[in-house]
């Protein structure tokens, strides 16, 4: 069974710590995405890559950067957390084709909690 | 720039009852349509898409949903609605160019009373 899987599912941070979030993707996708739910907010998109190496912003870039390395990789790093960033993450990864958009396939999520 | 709208937060169905869950898009083009389910504590899930073609699309579980090109709707319904189909469901629109992203409604969550 094809997988998005995210290291954590739940995580308590300290407000100024480096944070990171791995998602590994098993499909051979090329488009990998991180997104971050809050209630009443929907899915907002932090950040998303094409291909390894390559980094674009999305909605709400500030106070994240992303690494991929790798094709099946890809990290989310929160420079110095705040508790505004208190939510969870959403990584996907999709196939190019059909617009690039053949259907997203997500992870769990990871929870994050900032105190 | 794109944009999706869910007007209904929130949606409770007696089981067994018909179901509608309301989409609007905006778009300048024809847009790709998606809609997925979240079952708590889960990631998404994608029910079903419309690329072109036929404007009835049918999906997983049963559900299917209509594309509207006069409305900009994409609507998602079931016959029947069973308990397990108490999730949130968002609808996505995304555009036809080879690199481009999906933009998510802000959801609806279903309650399924018995």
């Known amino acids: 069974d094809v997988k998005v899987t995210q290291s954590s599912r739940y995580l308590v941070k300290r407000t100024g710590e480096k944070v990171f979030l791995e998602c590994v993707q098993d499909?051979?996708?090329?488009?990998m995405f991180w997104y971050r739910q809050d209630p009443g907010l929907g899915l907002r998109l932090i950040y998303f890559s094409y291909d390894v190496k390559m980094k674009e912003k999305g909605d709400i870039p500030e106070g994240y950067s992303v690494s991929r390395e790798k094709k099946e990789r890809f990290s989310l790093i929160l420079e110095s957390a705040s508790t505004n960033q208190t939510s969870m993450y959403l990584c996907?990864?999709?196939?190019?084709?059909?617009?690039?958009?053949?259907?997203?396939?997500f992870g769990s999520g990871t929870r994050l909690t900032v105190v | 720039a794109q944009s999706v709208t869910q007007p209904d937060i929130h949606i409770t169905v007696s089981e067994g009852a018909s179901l509608e869950l309301r989409c609007n898009y905006s778009?300048?083009?024809?847009?790709?349509l998606f809609w997925y389910v979240q079952s708590p504590g889960q990631g998404l899930q994608l029910l079903l898409k419309y690329f072109s073609g036929d404007t009835l699309v049918q999906g997983i579980k049963g559900f299917e949903a209509e594309f509207k090109r006069s409305q900009s709707s994409f609507n998602l319904r079931k016959p029947s609605v069973h308990w397990s189909d108490a999730a949130e469901y968002f609808c996505?629109?995304?555009?036809?160019?080879?690199?481009?992203?999906?933009?998510f409604g802000k959801g609806t969550m279903l309650l399924v009373s018995p």
């Open positions: 996505a629109v995304g555009a036809e160019s080879g690199y481009s992203t999906l933009t």
């Open positions: 778009y300048g083009a024809t847009p790709y």
């Open positions: 996907a990864s999709s196939p190019v084709g059909t617009g690039g958009l053949g259907g997203y396939t």
């Open positions: 499909m051979d996708h090329e488009n």
